[in-house]
């Protein structure tokens, strides 16, 4: 079974920057696409950034493209979030997932951490 633990998340002012990790143990987990997604209070978790399993190719959502950055480090079995410029609309529990598939539907992915709180002060 495929382990996914986050960590990295807190409490930083607006203008600030923040690096989610996301470690990863478990069968095949070579051969998952990696994803992160976030949930703010009220609302549906949505979809941040995903990465395929290579690094080679990365897609973002509308609201962070330019200032998040996504990698992953094979060797480590660790898929990192890097996070600029954070405001405080960046503010909600951020998931890392895995999928044999990727895409940017939290349904497309099989396995996902317990999360990580990202709280952005104004």
Known sequence: QVQLV???GGLVQAGGSLR???AASG?????????WFRQAPGKEREFVSAINRSGGSAAYADS???RFAISI???????YLQMNSLNPGDT???YCAGSLY???TPNS???WGQGTQVTVSS
């Open 6 to 8: 986050e960590s990295g």
């Open 92 to 94: 909600a529990v951020y």
């Open 64 to 66: 962070v493209k330019g």
């Open 109 to 111: 992915y099989n396995y």
């Open 20 to 22: 989610l990790s996301c």
């Open 73 to 79: 480090d094979n060797a480590k079995n660790t898929v």
């Open 27 to 35: 069968p095949r987990f070579s051969s998952y696409a990696m994803a």
């Open 102 to 104: 990727g895409g940017k």
